[in-house]
DNA sequence: CATCCAAGCACGAACGTTCGTGCCGAAAAA
DNA sequence: TTTTTCGGCACGAACGTTCGTGCTTGGATG
């Protein structure tokens, strides 16, 4: 069974099965062999989509990022800029890790943990995404503090550390010990952080736990 | 060189130098053969020591347990309980991180991340180890909380967690981008987490960031 | 003290498997 | 037909592992 359909499906389906196994392996830990088999495909069928493994590798990060782009960051672009949509980037951040759309948890804390100390394009790729990503929470905190709603003197980038240092560590934590406690502590820090350099004017965007607690034992 | 009596010192020898491999390659990239091929002995002779790829890893993990409790845990027990112990604590592991007493960062960060989705006796022990130095470092806050430095309230097992997310995150972004600056953003949070939870018995154990910046403008 | 033995250790070679990668032919699309 | 695409097959290298063989050496033997 050969021919030419669809070549683009067919890639999009190998590419997002990449991103799954390389979420629990890592990107050496993919092999192409056991993906072919993976998706009963021959090999060398599966290797001329893309020619070389590092090939595999950037296309495999290229196809992540994109989930990534749809589950966490367009979602909180919706909501208008300030505390509200700095909330709900980290909240969907949680929620994407979390929910294991990537069933090794998130996909680039894995990849980024295995090539940083790695020199070569799949580095590149990987930092060059971590930047962006980065930057994103940077400048969406300096939107709300200019817009009155963090403190005037707010560091961008030392609080958007902060905020990714929580949410990594949860997606860690939860996964090597199984704890989904973990990403209660994450919301908890991330509230008591943008609460500490919230201004009066600023509601809190985020829901009461005290009430959140209180619904769910009313069910 | 062969002969009886000298195993012991060329065992810890071969695990020093797994363990920085496993640093930067993690400990499924750490191979028999190019560790053999480093030390300049052979592959049979080295794998001869463990018996099983399986055990070089555990006994890896095992002797990066030690230089990580010689560079971090064991010089932060020797101040007395309380805030300045918790601060040690941090200020050691962020130095022992930036210094890379294993070159590729924090051993257990690697080999961490690598494993946490991976089931086995290598992914239990890491396990069980990340869990020790939680344990640690949540008892140490505890400490300080009933010293009276920190507040009453305050909850051993969530600071905690925040305190290991900045450290954790440090070594992560220092790593991808190359960027020391991380290191100054994890003392900075680091300083603001715990200034934020003492009470004002309690004396400051870290030294005046403005003080240290003008002292090295003076030479 | 001299000698020999048994054991421990490291070595080179080779095992079978899997890795990434090319080549080529068949079959489907144009 | 021509072009494109994929499967079968084979390659060299590296993987973890096993095996047989010497060398080194501590301790028992004379």
Redesign the pocket.
């Known amino acids: ?5 669809r ?1 683009e499906r ?1 890639r999009n389906a190998i590419l997002r099965r990449a991103a799954d196994i390389a979420s629990k392996d890592g990107l050496e830990g ?5 993906l072919a088999a993976d998706l009963g ?9 893309f020619g ?3 090939e595999l590798q950037l296309a495999t990060i290229r196809a992540a990022t994109g989930v990534y782009l749809g589950e966490v960051v367009h979602p909180a672009l919706t909501v208008p800029p300030g505390l509200g949509r700095v909330w709900q980037l980290c909240d969907r951040w949680l929620s994407y890790s979390e929910r294991r759309v990537f069933p090794g948890g998130c996909f680039f804390f894995t990849v980024t943990a295995e090539f940083d100390a790695r020199p070569g394009r799949v580095r590149d790729t990987v930092a060059a995404a971590g930047l962006e990503w980065n930057r994103l929470v940077a400048s969406t905190v300096d939107d709300a503090r200019r817009l009155g709603e963090l403190a005037e003197d707010t560091e961008p980038d030392q609080l958007a550390f902060e905020l990714i240092a929580f949410m990594e560590t949860a997606n860690a934590v939860s996964l090597l010990h199984d704890a989904p406690v973990a990403y209660q502590r994450a919301r908890s820090a991330i509230r008591r952080c943008l609460r500490a350099a919230a201004t009066d004017a600023a509601t809190p965007p985020w829901p009461d736990p005290a009430a959140q607690t209180r619904a769910e034992g009313e069910r």
């Open positions: 069974m050969a021919g030419r359909p070549d067919a993919l092999s192409i062999g056991r495909v021959s090999k060398s069928g599966l290797f001329g989509y070389s493994k590092e």
